[in-house]
């Protein structure tokens, strides 16, 4: 059975846009969790345009009622927060100012020494590790010289094909090519950037995918069908 890590941040956007508490990302955290999801995944930006830390602190402290994903940069200051919450899970990603969500993978060639450093520090805490990568054979090795957990493979520029009708099928076997060779060294592969129901049902073909972590449709769907609706639809595709 795949899982289903819903990521929650624009809920915080849409609360931060009036500047007041509602609506309130812990409530759909637990709200999440009780129509099916299996894991919270939240982001917190260096510039906090969502997720702020009172978020992280309040959602990691349900952490043993449903596992909590948080995303993070190399920043050293967001990962010392992100150790002192102890979140179940981290997943690594890149972080640029000007962008308006994650535009790609790590440059783990340029990072590999600084990632390697915080990895272990989460490790020594018995934090499930992953690293937001491009599908690239290259990075699937680096990441496995890194002995990290997990990795999530930006599925980005496949969402993007498939939403303007385009030929997707040169990067859905790249995906798969990096499923299949990070599965062989031991490492969970994870999806996520860009899914709705359509792409998620496509890359739900490739069984090594063990986990999806799915935001933005999520949210956005919602407003017309409820959470409820939109995270069983996402279970029974992923289901198959
Ligand atoms: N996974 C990672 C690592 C992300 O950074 C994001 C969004 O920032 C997502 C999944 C979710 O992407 P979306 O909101 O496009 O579903």
Do not use: W
């Not at 009622?65 to 979140?87: C, G, R």
């Not at 990568?133 to 496995?144: A, G, L, R, T, V």
């Not at 935001?215 to 198959?240: A, M, P």
């Amino acid at each position: 059975m795949k899982h289903l890590g819903v990521n929650i941040d624009h809920i915080a956007t849409l609360r931060n846009a009036r500047g007041e508490l509602h609506p309130d990302p812990v409530n759909a955290a637990k709200f999440v969790k009780k129509v099916g999801a299996d894991s919270i995944t939240i982001h917190l930006r260096e510039d906090r345009r969502h997720i702020k830390d009172i978020d992280v602190k309040k959602i990691c402290s349900f952490r043993r009622k449903l596992p909590v994903n948080l995303e993070i940069s190399t920043n050293q200051k967001i990962v010392d927060i992100a150790l002192k919450y102890k979140p179940n899970y981290i997943c690594i990603v890149p972080e640029n100012r000007k962008e308006v969500t994650t535009e790609g993978g790590l440059n783990l060639k340029k990072n590999k020494k600084k990632i390697k450093k915080i990895l272990s520090r989460f490790k020594k805490k018995n934090i499930r590790t992953s690293l937001f990568i491009n599908p690239s054979i290259d990075d699937i090795k680096i990441s496995n010289e890194l002995d990290v957990d997990c990795v999530e493979i930006h599925t980005g520029k496949l969402a993007n094909l498939v939403k303007s009708k385009k030929n997707f099928s040169k990067e859905l076997t790249r995906i798969k090519k990096c499923s299949v060779e990070a599965h062989k060294l031991a490492i969970e592969v994870h999806a996520g950037h860009g899914l709705d129901y359509k792409t998620t049902k496509i890359l739900s073909r490739i069984k090594l995918i063990k986990e999806f972590n799915i935001g933005h449709f999520v949210i956005g769907e919602s407003i017309f069908d409820g959470f409820n609706k939109v995270i069983k639809n996402f279970k029974h595709i992923l289901k198959k």
